[in-house]
């Protein structure tokens, strides 16, 4: 047996210049791959300016690119032997390259019998025939466009940021640019408008305009009033105000002087301090309204504090009643006592519903005597049942003790003497039925029974039976030989 | 080298030989024609589905006639029993008086079988032929007689009248290497089949090859060369039809209710080496597990009622996992 001649042959030979050219074209397809994640970066930065995009980001970015194009170029770089697959797809050989190439040069064994050999021969006499430039040609990828495209945005960019700035600077984004050369050259400098005055004309401006001018004379002239109407000299409080004011229990006023010694003048002062303002402490105290002065308290707060006055006399009438009816109230409890009691334990237990009662005692005794009319008593007890107790029985409650303030008690003892005669009549009705025998005979009123539901007849007759059968539920195929059945059953009976 | 080549070059004419003998009564057919060649020589079973009348029988015999081979022909009928085709054990008197038991070998003793209709005939006879299908032996009583190579079963199922057949079993399905489908012929041959028809002289079948001769291809053809990125292809297609969760295609979970076994992946090798070899190839390309995807593979998937309702055949599936698998770049040299 012949020794295996393993030498480079043909298909090893146009496998490694395939590899090449393949090797060659991702080189440059990865190439341009970063290429293009830099100039992204660069398009970037002319667009948005370092404003937002700071340089060093922008060489990151290409940095980044970079990276990931040798990232690619180690993981998607093909061998020999998915080359050799490649070049058999591409020229249609049906995997004879990649078979003869597999066995002669990537199989650890090496087979090198005689069908190895004679399939290696067929697969060279291929492999003279391929052209590793029409197999692998060069053809632009996908990024080398989108590089070409991303440079040309750059210098697109690049050529307006250097258009509309007189001295080229990256800081601020181009829209900004764009903006602001447009606005200016559509808004007239301060230049131009001294170059060229022109007089207004009242007569010739809108009415919109002659309108906001008016305002603004309007408003200019109450200022000047409102700073001409406030008093020069700092406020202070008279005796005669003090002596205005109702004492009142619980209202403190306290003097100017004693504000000052707690700590508000201090407040101004710290103010003062902040705002390095010596005199704002001395304004601001000045400007407190006080209630000694009359003449400086504005109509609205005059009003509030008459309203205020008139509750206050209010109240004070409102209590001094409230004593008066106490008074007379006393006096009452000691003529009807057991009343009073009667409507305590008719009552509710609660404190509150028990003061209601008590106010309700004393004012139906105060009806008694004619002193307050009986609705008071009424409204009373549904005033205290506001807490939530239960009203109707405080009011029943009022009106027992009204009663029982007329008839002085006697009415009880009429109603328990009744109660027992009828007890007694209970009982001897009930000897007397114990006691009774015999036959009892009802006599009731004769009535003819009838049904609240109409009869209905709930079944059909024997002829429609007759019409069921020749409907067609008899299929018609079978209609005849029915028919003929039933016929000879009819002629057999006969 | 030279005698390699010429090895295989007279390997290629005895295939074309015997394809053109075949051609002399089998009009068309071509694929049925290279299947049953194929299943021959890669030493496997063919199933040939198709409506009566398309030379199924004919076929058989006209192979029979141009390899030199013993055929013969068993009618499927439910009233087949297992001994009818295997054989049974009979008693042999002597002439001397003494008696002993002997075998008398059924008709399946033989090169070519032609197991007509076989979804006609009930299980158990169906069952008889799977140790002769898969290890080319009959066992009777105690004896266990080996079948003469090559041994080549072809079986026919119709696929009408479905009433009163027993469908084959899937594992028995499994060991036909290829299923054929019998197509109706083209106008243009079935004018031939007439004017052969209308002939008055039939015509005479010529040997073409012998039974060593035909063995002697067997070897040749299990030495085709097959790459590694052919073989995983071959692989993915198969993995492709199993309905598992990491299957390369969302189609055979959606359509597929079992894929194919292992047999399938050596029925596209071997039936793939074989076709390499009939076209004067000594390598097997993707091509070729693209060509034999469907008859090799047809058989051992079993669609689920999705396909069924969507009208979904299993041709129509595999020829979508095929266009869905990319060819395999194979391992890193």
């Given amino acids: ?199 207004i004309d009242e007569q010739t401006l809108p009415d ?119 008074a007379s109230s006393e006096q009452g409890q000691e003529q009807g006592s057991g009343t009073s009691e009667e409507a305590s334990s008719s009552g509710n237990p609660s404190e509150t519903g028990s003061a209601d009662q008590e106010a309700a005692a004393e004012s139906g005794d105060a009806s008694m005597e004619g002193g307050e009319p009986g609705d008071t008593a009424g409204e009373a007890a549904s005033a205290g049942n506001t807490s939530g107790e239960d009203s109707s029985g405080n009011q029943r409650s009022g009106e027992d003790a009204s009663a029982a303030g007329t008839s002085d008690g006697s009415k009880e003892f009429v109603e328990a003497e009744q109660v027992e005669v009828f007890g007694e009549l209970e009982n001897l009705y009930m000897e007397r039925a114990e006691k009774m025998k015999g036959e009892v005979t009802i006599e009731t009123r004769l009535a003819e029974p009838s049904a609240g539901v109409p009869y209905n007849q709930r079944f059909t007759s024997h002829a429609d039976t007759g019409s069921a059968i020749s409907r067609d539920e008899v299929p018609a195929a079978f209609r005849t030989y029915i028919k003929n059945y039933f016929e000879t059953l009819r002629g057999n009976t006969e | 080298m030279v005698a390699t080549e010429s090895i295989m070059q007279s390997a290629t004419e005895q295939i074309d030989r015997v394809r053109a003998e075949i051609r002399k009564v089998i009009v068309g057919q071509e694929a049925v024609v290279d299947g049953v060649l194929n299943a021959l020589l890669a030493g496997g079973h063919v199933l040939l589905e198709g409506v009566p009348g398309l030379g199924k029988t004919t076929l058989l015999r006209a192979l029979g006639q141009a390899l030199h081979l013993d055929y013969s022909r068993i009618q499927f009928t439910p009233d087949l029993m297992p001994a009818d085709i295997l054989g049974s054990i009979v008693m042999d008197s002597h002439e001397s008086g003494a008696k002993r ?125 097959v790459a590694p990125h052919v073989r995983d292809f071959a692989i993915n297609v198969v993995l492709a039809t199993q309905p598992n969760p990491g299957s390369q295609t969302g189609l055979a979970r959606k359509y597929i209710r079992y894929g194919s076994s292992p047999r399938g992946a050596q029925a596209l090798v071997l039936c793939g080496r074989v076709r390499a070899l009939m076209e004067g190839r000594l390598y097997m390309s993707q091509d070729d597990v693209r060509e034999l995807a469907l008859p090799a593979l047809r058989h051992r998937i079993i669609l689920n009622f999705d396909a069924h309702a969507d009208g979904r055949t299993e041709d129509d599936i595999l020829l979508e996992i095929l266009s869905s698998i990319a060819p395999d770049s194979g391992p890193q040299g």
């Fill in chain 1, 208 to 326: 919109a305009e002659l309108e906001s001018q008016a305002l603004g004379r309007k408003r200019e002239s109450a200022t000047e009033s409102l700073v001409e109407s406030l008093p020069e000299e700092p406020y202070e409080p008279s005796e005669q105000d003090e002596a205005g004011l109702p004492e009142v229990e619980g209202l403190i006023t306290l003097p100017l002087e004693d504000l000052e010694a707690e700590g508000l003048s201090q407040e101004a002062s710290v103010l003062a301090h902040e705002t390095d303002d010596p005199t704002l402490g001395e304004q601001d105290l000045g400007d407190l309204p006080t209630d000694t002065d009359g003449t400086e308290w504005s109509e609205e707060a005059q009003s509030l504090l008459d309203k205020l006055k008139q509750a206050f006399s209010n109240m004070l009438e409102t209590l001094d009643m409230a004593a008066v009816e106490s």
């Fill in chain 1, 1 to 199: 047996m012949p020794a295996p001649n393993l030498s480079p042959g043909p298909v090893e030979t146009l496998v490694r210049v395939c590899q090449s050219r393949v090797s060659s074209h991702r080189r440059r397809r990865e190439t341009f791959f970063a290429l293009a994640v830099a100039l992204g970066g660069v398009c970037l930065l002319f667009l948005l300016g370092t404003r937002y995009v700071p340089a060093a980001l922008a060489v990151l970015t290409a940095m980044f690119g970079v990276w990931m194009a040798l990232e690619r170029w180690r993981s998607d770089r093909p061998t020999a032997y998915e080359i050799a697959q490649q070049i058999d797809r591409r020229e249609g050989l049906s995997d004879r390259l990649a078979t003869a190439y597999y066995f002669r040069s990537v199989s650890r064994e090496r087979i090198s019998g005689r069908i190895v050999d004679l399939q290696y021969t067929h697969a060279a006499g291929a492999a003279h025939q391929v052209d590793p430039r029409s197999s692998f040609p060069k053809i632009a990828t996908r990024s080398q466009r989108t590089s070409v495209w991303l440079f040309a945005g750059a210098l697109v960019l690049f050529g307006l940021r250097a258009s509309v700035q007189t001295e080229l600077s990256f800081e601020p984004p181009l829209a900004t640019l764009l903006f602001s050369s447009w606005f200016d050259s559509r808004v007239p400098s301060p230049d131009s408008q001294q170059l060229s005055p022109v007089a």
């Fill in chain 2, 101 to 225: 038991l002997r075998f008398e070998r059924g008709p399946i003793f033989a090169h070519l079988l032609l197991a007509d209709e076989i979804n006609r005939a009930t299980p158990r006879t169906q069952s008889a032929l799977l140790e002769a299908m898969q290890e080319k032996t009959v066992t009777s009583g105690t004896e266990t007689h080996n079948l003469d190579e090559p041994f080549l079963v072809m079986a026919t199922q119709n696929p009408l009248e479905m009433e009163g057949t027993y469908p084959l079993p899937e594992a028995q399905l499994d060991r036909f290497l290829l299923k054929i489908l019998v197509e109706y012929p083209e106008r243009d041959e079935l004018t031939a089949i007439i004017d052969r028809t209308a002939a008055a002289s039939n015509p005479g079948i010529v040997a073409a090859l012998n039974r060593d001769q035909i063995l002697e291809l067997r070897a040749i053809a299990s030495r085709v060369l």
